[in-house]
Every structure is written in C-alpha cells, then in structure tokens.
C-alpha cells in the first residue's frame, strides 16, 4: 500500500451535493494546512454565499475567476463565448495543476463541459495522467464521461430522490445560492 | 410558492460526500452570514481537518461537541455508552433546534444512529414537525428512514461508484480525514 497519494475524485449524477461536496471536501484539507485552488468551467455555477466564504478562508483556498473579458475575446476570435471561457478555464486548470502551487485543484463542472463539448475528453485524460503524483485532483458536474471514471480512484453519484422545486417551493438563500 | 421557508433536507447512501457536502452547505450559508450549528451522533465521525476548519470560521459555525464525559455516564445509568452518546446528542439537536439561535442544524450520522436504534425515528419525525418554520435542517447518514425522506424537501442519495480502498490505496489526509 502506497503511503501518500493524490487522488482522482469523481462526483457525478443528476443530484445536488456535488460542487458542495467538493467544497467541503476542501474546507477539510484547508484544516489540515493544504492549499486548495477551484476552477469553475461554467461561468455563474458558483453563487455568492461560497465565493464569499472562500474569500474568507484566505491565500490557502482560492478560486481563480475564469472567463474574465471573455466576451471581447469571443469577438474577436469568433468563438461561441462559452467555448471560449471552457478553453480559458481548462488552461488555467493545466497550469494550476502543473504549479506545484496546490495540495488540491477541484475543476468544478468540468464534466458537464465535457458532456458540452466545450471541453476535449482526450485532453482532459491527458491531464490526469500528468497530475503530479501527490495532489489530489477533484472534478464534478453530471454525466462524467466514462473514460474520466476508468483513471478515477473514487467515484461518487449523487443521485436526485427528491427536489423541493417538485413542491413548488423556491429556491432558499444558503441552500440553492 | 412561498418566500422563505426553511427546508429539511436528507443526504444518505452508501457513498462518501453525505456529511462533506453537509458541510459545504454550512460553509455556502456562512458565506451568507447564517448561524450554522452541527451535532454530531456518532462519536469519531468528524475527523481533524473538519474540526479544524470548522474552529477557524469563528463563532457562527459550530460543532457542538457530544457524548463528553459520557464513560461516567454509562457507568452509572447502566447504558451502553454508545445509546448514552446518542441520547445526550438527541437533547441537544432539540434545545439547538428550538433555541432560534440558528439558521442551519445540521445532524451529522443521525439516520445511521436511527438505523443502529440508538435514536427513535417516531421522536425524530416530532422533532421535525416542532422544527421554527425557517430553520433549515440537514440530516445525513446511510440508510435513512422512509419516515423520514418523506418529510423531507430536499434528498440526495450519495452512491459509491468506485473506492479507492477497492485498488488497495490507503486513506489519504484531506480527503479521508
């Protein structure tokens, strides 16, 4: 048995819990003095509540805003936006990763750009077999694609049993944002 | 449809990210400025790295630490110490619950508790029936009662896809503890 290995996390499914899970999943290696970075691949994912808490958590948790000015840039390459903002953010996710900077590097919603085809499955299998060895890599969203799963070392799918939209009530302030 | 309403909410399953994703939802209403207290039910269940973390965020968000003292306890009262533990965190869920001291209770193992018969499923239906109308409540733990789901708003079954003790990898700080 290997005594220190980054792991390849999966969440996955159609249910709620996977980015939040990821997060709390960092809050605990921030408690344990690791340095954590998220990247989000689908602009507007992430809501208030967590970009406020991270940015409490200081220089050790961070998430790096992704598709800046990207509207500009869509212009003038002539790019769908969110093309480009997925290209911006799976950049970002490989220099992140290759830093040394990180104990964790969560790439959240990266499966659904996949599932998109805003983002390249080979690419992104590319990119898990050069991780270094002892960071842990995180990557969410819906319908992980299959060859993401194989090279995954834990794979969990939230799974939908019950929705409060299904009762007609709205979306509440520290669950839904 | 309603405005605010505080929902009860159920993360079970065989998978990891039940009490993680928990956490991260505290950690999202933090950011929000919500008042956020955890019990946990079962003792050891909470590892270092949350704790730690969790110390950090200050005054707003709480473990409520359970079962101290509780060998005594089970000496004197001739209880397993374990039902004693599960006892003593059942009264204090109620006080924390009713105190309107919170925004968010989150009751960490509280469904396996229930399974286990250290805590009565028919008490823990009144306790939500009693719960202040915009109090959201976060019940984690594998297998939870049919009593339950059905009054909850809000259920996600976390399901194992894949383990890494399956490749014989040992648990790794910051993601098992």
Redesign the interface.
């Known amino acids: 048995?290997?005594?220190?290995?980054?792991?390849i996390?999966?969440?996955?499914?159609n249910?709620?819990?996977k980015?939040?899970?990821?997060?709390?999943?960092g809050?605990?290696?921030?408690?344990?003095g690791?340095r954590i970075m998220v990247i989000q691949f689908i602009k507007g994912g992430w809501?208030?509540?967590?970009?406020?808490?991270?940015e409490?958590?200081g220089p050790n948790y961070v998430i790096r805003p992704m598709g800046e000015g990207f509207v500009k840039g869509a212009a003038e390459n002539e790019l769908p936006a969110h093309q480009l903002a997925a290209r911006e953010a799976f950049q970002a996710a490989e220099e992140e990763i290759k830093s040394g900077n990180w104990?964790?590097v969560i790439l959240d919603e990266i499966n659904y750009a996949i599932g998109m085809k805003l983002v390249s499955v080979e690419e992104t299998v590319r990119l898990l077999e050069q991780k270094p060895e002892e960071l842990?890599l995180v990557l969410t969203g819906r319908n992980a694609a299959a060859e993401i799963?194989d090279r995954?070392?834990?794979?969990?799918?939230?799974?939908?049993?019950?929705?409060?939209y299904q009762?007609?009530?709205?979306a509440?302030?520290?669950?839904e944002?």
């Not at 048995?1 to 792991?7: I, T």
């Not at 809050?27 to 344990?32: D, E, I």
């Not at 995954?152 to 409060?164: G, S």
């Open positions: 048995m290997q005594e220190r290995q980054g792991l996390i999966v969440h996955t499914g249910g709620k819990g980015t939040t899970a990821a997060l709390g999943m809050l605990r290696a921030w408690g344990q690791m809501k208030y509540g967590e970009l406020t808490a991270i409490k958590l104990d964790m842990h799963i995954a070392d834990l794979v969990t799918e939230m799974k939908e049993i019950k929705h409060p009762a007609g009530i709205k509440q302030k520290g669950i944002f």
